[in-house]
């Protein structure tokens, strides 16, 4: 049977690991991380992503302003206000919580977004130094650079690994590609990224070392499709339907979890796998931030 990546246990360590380093800087510099959310409107789903964020930032020591806006406000207004953060020295990562009403321009907000304050990394001048690698990529991608974490902490070796990623979306699957592929730890690995237009998904599949799969689909990946030992990383959330008990969502992932786990080496779950992971990961970059506003600085 595959040996477990629980994201539940990596994350309580990156964030334990988070909390020291902000402890260290407020010892050594007198601040902290400062982290603004700017949530519009009231959709539930919203407030609870933000609330997760807030308690989140809280329990690492950050500085956290939780700025909740009407769903009237005008997108100049928007734009007004993250320019005052973009200007707030205390502020090191700014996060506005999508979907955002439909008077409002995304692309147009997330653009205004200091690329030194976007710890979502969804700003085209930080893909753009995603591309580039190496000390260029201040932020990665909450998402992908949690898929990294968790096939470096469990052991796997990347380098000249192949990797086959299913999916080519701009949060998940082209970007974890581009880090695999990139010269450092916890890459140099041969890519493939497939997707609907594929031919042959199961052969490139079979090929896979390391499996990284993102399309939304579940049970896509068949167990006889996965190379016996490969790292499996599901990243699929799919509501297959409620728990009548609980009146909770159950969830799968894009994999057969039950059967490719006898055959995988190692394998994330649905839930708790790369889920929890996201979250810690924008915790890593807020920090980042601080510490490169410092060096900055210096
Ligand atoms: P997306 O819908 O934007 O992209 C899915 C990709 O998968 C597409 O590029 C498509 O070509 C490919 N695909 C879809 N069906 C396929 C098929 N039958 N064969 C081959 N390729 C296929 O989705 P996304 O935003 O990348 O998210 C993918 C999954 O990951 C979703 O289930 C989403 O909920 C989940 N997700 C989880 C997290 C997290 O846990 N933190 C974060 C982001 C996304």
Sequence with gaps: TA????GTEIRKDILAEVKAEVEEMKAKHGMVPGL?????????????YVTLKVKTALS????????????DIS???LLALIDKY???PEIHGILVQLPLPKHIDDKKILNAINPDKDVDAFHPVNVGRLMIGGDEAIFLPCTP???QEMIVRSGTETSGAEVVVVGR????????????????VGANSTVTIVHTRTKDLAAHCQRADILIVAAGVPDLVKPEWIKPGATVIDVGVN???????TGKAILKGDVDFEKAKEIAGKITPVPGGVGPMTIAMLMKNTLKSAQYAIKKKA
């Excluded at 040996?3 to 629980?6: K, P, Q, T």
């Excluded at 690492?60 to 769903?71: L, N, R, S, T």
């Excluded at 509501?239 to 008990?245: I, L």
Aim: aromatic share 2%.
């Design 3 to 6: 040996e477990l990546i629980s």
């Design 36 to 48: 603004v959310t700017i949530l519009v409107g009231s959709s539930p789903a919203s407030i609870s």
């Design 60 to 71: 690492v020591g950050f500085k956290e302003i939780q700025d909740d806006q009407p769903d």
């Design 75 to 77: 997108e100049a207004d």
């Design 86 to 88: 973009n200007n707030d």
């Design 145 to 147: 650079a949690g898929i």
């Design 169 to 184: 979306s701009n949060i998940v699957g082209k970007p974890i590609a581009m880090m695999m592929a990139q010269k450092g």
């Design 239 to 245: 509501r297959v339907g409620m728990n009548e008990k």
